[in-house]
């Protein structure tokens, strides 16, 4: 039996049971018929979205018609910038399966929040992760309700993801990405169902608190919905990203802003809850193979400018990023 509003609201062990153990996630909370926010999801004022801080310059993120890629204004817009999906719903049980305790996988996780045990506000998010190692282990481990349409995602975006990083590298001065080059940039793939459900109190929470991926490329498929913000580094204002239809939403992650030696910037971003509707959106984080060492690629340093960075272990890099956000830090 569900617990109760009143029990719910009052009981922080509760929550964490009927959200994390019982796999009901948010979209239980939110299931509930809550008028009011649960008092673990409210977020320290500073963490919250003040829209006095909002850009009020709609046009300040570019939209590039990607259609003709051998148009050099395509090529240098790419470059400077750089510095209808329907989800199946997974079943309380199915979502168990996932959950980090009981997935057979590391390749397949079903989680809420960020890290619920340990943060000290939650964030109003489910989310179903799903590591791309090959078509054959996908077919064997990935939930069915959600598998095929996924890996049509990822498969159908690798062609984007290759022309996108052929015009950065040569913005770098990187004639020729070979083997080696090709497994750092985009050696691995993860791809995320995020469900963010209609909240009480939207002004009190977040859907995303403010972080930068640990990716190469984000490629992000977004509703119509809205809530995403990004961060205007000038300014430091946020500037929200409207949904534009038929369009895929591209950021640079940490992984390509250390490997271009800061040339290309890892961008800053947020996502809002909702007070009116339920939105879905679904990123695919291209990135480094876990055992790939990243560090400033040779071509953009042998003319003698100076390292900014460290060379690195790509999995000891993520391991340390996490750290930091469980720490309550989304820098």
């Known amino acids: ?30 299931e509930m018929g809550l008028e009011t926010l649960p008092y673990q999801y409210i977020q320290p004022p500073q963490e919250r979205f003040d829209m006095s801080n909002e850009e009020s310059n709609k046009d300040s993120i570019p939209v590039i018609d990607m259609s003709n890629w051998d148009d050099p204004d395509v090529a ?14 997974l079943s309380d049980k199915e979502k168990l399966k996932y959950s980090k305790e009981r997935s057979v996988t590391n390749s397949v996780r079903f989680g809420t929040s960020f890290t619920p045990e340990t943060e000290k506000a939650l964030e109003w998010k ?57 497994s750092s940039l985009m050696g691995s793939r993860r791809i995320n169902l995020n469900y963010y459900p209609k909240c009480p109190n939207p002004e009190l929470t977040v859907g995303v608190g403010r972080h930068s991926d640990v990716s190469t490329l984000t490629v992000l498929l977004q509703d119509d919905i809205g809530g995403l913000f990004v961060r205007n580094t000038e300014t430091m204002k946020w ?46 984080f291209v990135c480094p193979r876990p055992s790939d060492i990243i560090g400033p690629l040779p071509e953009v340093v042998e003319n003698g400018e100076k390292p900014l960075y460290k060379h690195i272990l790509y999995s000891d890099y993520v391991k340390h990023c996490f750290r930091k956000d469980m720490m309550g830090s989304h820098n």
């Open 1 to 30: 039996m569900a617990p109760s509003v009143s029990t719910i609201h009052s009981n922080p062990i509760n929550l964490l049971d009927f959200v994390v153990n019982k796999g009901h996630g948010v979209k239980g909370l939110s």
């Open 76 to 89: 240098k817009a790419i470059a400077a910038h750089a510095r209808e999906w329907k989800m199946g719903v």
């Open 239 to 284: 500037i929200h990203v409207p949904p534009v239809s038929g369009s895929l939403v591209i950021n640079v992650g940490d992984a390509l802003q250390i490997m271009s030696n800061g040339h290309y910037k890892s961008v800053e971003h947020r996502v809002s809850a909702n007070g009116n509707s339920n939105r879905i959106s679904v990123p695919i």
């Open 126 to 182: 489910d989310y179903l992760s799903l590591f791309f190692v090959s078509v054959d282990e996908a077919a064997s481990l990935w939930p069915p309700i959600c598998r095929n349409q996924a890996l049509e995602y990822i498969e159908t975006s690798e062609l984007i993801v290759k022309k996108l990083l052929t015009i950065l590298m040569n913005g770098l001065n990187v004639k020729e990405i070979d083997e080696s080059k090709e």
